[in-house]
């Protein structure tokens, strides 16, 4: 069954620092894999999406991610943090079955910055 | 347009209360799914549809009913609320169905059954 584990619940770090969020997936074949920010009180934003192809992601508000099938990872990155990067990110994993759309998230990471 | 919207945003029920969650789109979109976020647990698919007419069960159906009768509309019904089912939903649409899209998340619902 495919799955998606996120190490990190809560990671800090100091505005201007560089970010990494841990992602890993269980999956058989090439996944499609996905990063959500969830601003507080607000819904799911999509960040950026891999699908196949070049394996560094580009996304919104400068993150990029990697993805690496000989680790089954799929890492959010970020050069320098700002204070409103301060949210909750979701890794997630597109299911297999039927092409649908169906989702499936890791249990998140809150990023917490520090002045 | 307004993307996503969500009804209500709060809501406190007590045990054995019904109720629905309104979710609405006006970007013509065909495929609506329902997901709830619980601490620790990120999010999961209860109920999606691909059309009007057309719904099928997610991750952790069961308690919940769907019905598509719109393409705009995918309201979730809660027939008895339990205090398992405390929790954050969150109603999403995507053009098509397929990973090719993206899809687009509602503000969501905090639903506290007591």
């Known amino acids: 069954a495919q799955s998606v584990t996120q190490p990190d619940i809560h990671i800090t770090v100091s505005e201007g620092a560089s970010l990494e969020l841990r992602c890993n997936y269980s999956y058989g074949a090439t996944p499609y894999l996905f990063w959500y920010v969830q601003s507080p009180g607000q819904g799911l934003q999509l960040l950026l999406k891999y699908f196949s192809g070049d394996t560094l992601v580009q996304g919104i508000k400068g993150f990029e991610a990697e993805f690496k099938r000989s680790q089954s990872s799929f890492n959010l990155r970020k050069p320098s943090v700002h204070w409103s990067d301060a949210a909750e990110y979701f890794c997630?994993?597109?299911?297999?079955?039927?092409?649908?759309?169906?989702?499936?998230f890791g249990q998140g990471t809150t990023l917490q910055v520090k002045p | 347009n307004a993307g996503v919207t969500q009804t209500p945003k709060f809501q406190v029920l007590k045990t054995g209360q019904s109720m629905t969650l309104q979710c609405a789109q006006d970007m013509n979109h065909e495929y609506m799914s329902w997901y709830r976020q619980d601490p620790g647990m990120g999010l999961r698919l209860i109920h999606y549809s691909v059309g009007a007419g057309i719904t099928d069960q997610g991750e952790v159906p069961n308690g919940y009913n769907v019905s598509r009768s719109t393409t705009e509309d995918f309201p979730l019904r809660l027939l008895s609320a339990a205090p398992s089912q405390t929790s954050v939903y969150f109603c999403?649409?995507?053009?098509?169905?397929?990973?090719?899209?993206?899809?687009?998340f509602g503000p969501g619902t905090r639903l506290l059954v007591l």
């Open positions: 997630a994993v597109g299911a297999s079955s039927g092409n649908t759309g169906k989702l499936i």
């Open positions: 999403a649409s995507t053009r098509l169905a397929g990973w090719g899209e993206t899809q687009y």
